[in-house]
């Protein structure tokens, strides 16, 4: 990407607008930075060059490069007028980076086999680096980095609009139904997915789950080689990566390996299982031995509010998966469960259908109550009545859901925090919603 006599314009004072501002100050690159919120902190951006509240966007025409943060729909009306114009801080790390890249998308599971994967290739003693939505970017380490590097890059799908390349390998997860206020309809949303395998090449490797909504969507657009995950058995195709019984298999370039057991994985649910297939499907393409896949995948604990572990007190065990912000993810967290489980549920909807769920947890014995809250609650608790799923309560937001839990649950029950929608009715985000649950339950129970 060429920077240099470029009248350069960042929309959006996040952290990755934070990101370029360090990184074009140490290239002795000026920019402007623009945020149309008024209370956005500035503190760390150069206050000459920094515009904010309505009307931040009106002139961005004079700019010949706009870096949009992903937060910024490229729907605005003022983004549409210079579309041709449009970059992001992740095509400037795709240009940047000396090595390889795998680039990891889909609804959910996307950081967790990220993190998986950085697991493997730290075991295996690999040059490499874990970014993209998973964790802020800094362009300045890229330097660190040869050509015998790789960098783990987790995509949203507000990330990979526009993007316009694609990695070496790609992992896409099952692709459902996600951010339908922020894209204009579900086929917008899936667009955006395949950005990550719509410029590969021949030479390139595309990790596919078997069952994947889009699996036929995705294979009219990519030329890349296709390795499809699987939980139960060989999938279609010369390359797989599948679940035997209690043993994980890649049939990988003509070589048949067996990669992990069961008994390999600290984390909860068999969707973790698949993830942890495309994981190690990406170390076998590496060529990774089988003593570093395994030992990668041991020592993974799981990432935070993804079906952790808080701690069991007075016998009730409680399980924070703050991270799962839709129904696909909660139902599949709920069937985690090993036992008697209190389920809550609410926050803000993003325009999903809740319907599937419902009749998921009708179905599933082991949930005896769900509660739901904030603002979302009183409309789920419709659907979920109206399907006739049992034990179904309200409450005005997560902490007082929570207290209500601790009250119904007993000796060998599991409250299992996984909201299914946006936190944004009560929290800034995913992160500061789990928070206040464990800060809730230590401080009942302390």
Not at 22 to 34: H, L, M, Q
Not at 104 to 122: D, H, R
């Amino acid at each position: 990407m060429e920077l240099a006599n470029k009248k350069i314009a960042v929309l959006g004072l996040g952290r990755e607008g934070l990101a370029l501002e360090n990184y074009f100050r140490e290239e002795g690159i000026i920019a402007d930075y623009f945020d149309e919120k008024y209370t956005v902190d500035t503190s760390g951006f150069p206050a000459k060059h920094t515009f904010t509240g309505h009307g931040a966007f009106n002139r961005l025409s004079r700019y010949g490069l706009v870096f949009r943060s992903p937060g910024i729909s490229p729907h605005h009306p003022k983004i549409r007028a210079v579309s041709g114009k449009l970059t992001s801080l992740t095509r400037l790390f795709f240009d940047l980076w000396p090595g390889k890249i795998i680039g990891v998308t889909g609804t959910k599971g996307k950081g967790t086999v990220a993190s998986v994967i950085k697991n493997i290739l730290e075991y295996a003693r690999v040059p490499s680096t874990l970014v993209g939505n998973i964790g802020t970017v800094n362009l300045t380490d890229i330097r660190e980095f040869g050509e015998k590097s790789w960098a783990v890059v987790e995509l949203s799908s507000f990330q990979l609009i526009g993007l316009g390349v694609s990695p070496h390998v790609a992992v896409v997860l099952d692709v459902t139904s996600d951010h339908m206020d922020y894209h204009i309809n579900l086929a917008d949303y899936r667009a955006a997915k395949l950005e990550i395998t719509r410029h590969q090449s021949v030479r390139d490797w595309l990790i596919l789950t078997a069952q994947n909504p889009i699996r036929e969507l995705i294979l009219q657009h990519t030329q890349a080689q296709i390795v499809e995950v699987s939980l139960n058995g060989p999938a279609k195709g010369e390359n797989s990566a599948y679940w035997s019984g209690e043993k994980l298999i890649a049939e990988i370039k003509r070589c048949r390996r067996e990669l992990a057991a069961s008994g390999d994985i600290k984390i909860l649910g068999a969707h973790n299982k698949l993830n942890i297939a495309a994981a190690a499907a990406v170390a076998a393409i590496m060529d990774i031995d089988e003593i570093a896949i395994k030992g990668g995948i041991n020592n993974f604990q799981g990432m935070p509010m993804r079906l952790e572990n808080i701690g069991t007190f007075g016998g009730v065990t409680f399980i924070n998966d703050s991270a799962s912000t839709n129904p696909q993810t909660s139902l599949a967290a709920a069937r985690a469960m090993s036992g008697r489980t209190i389920l809550l549920m609410g926050g803000r909807n993003k325009g999903l259908d809740y319907n599937e769920l419902a009749n998921g947890l009708k179905k599933e014995e082991r949930v005896k109550n769900v509660i739901a809250y904030g603002e979302f609650g009183p409309e789920l608790l419709e659907i979920l009545k109206k399907t006739g799923v049992g034990g179904v309560e309200q409450a005005e937001g997560m902490a007082a859901a929570l207290r209500r839990a601790t009250v119904l649950a007993e000796r060998g029950d599991t409250v299992l925090l996984s909201p299914g929608a946006a936190s944004f009715d009560e929290f800034d985000n995913y992160q500061a919603r789990g928070q206040a649950f464990n800060k809730e339950v230590h401080a009942h129970y302390h």
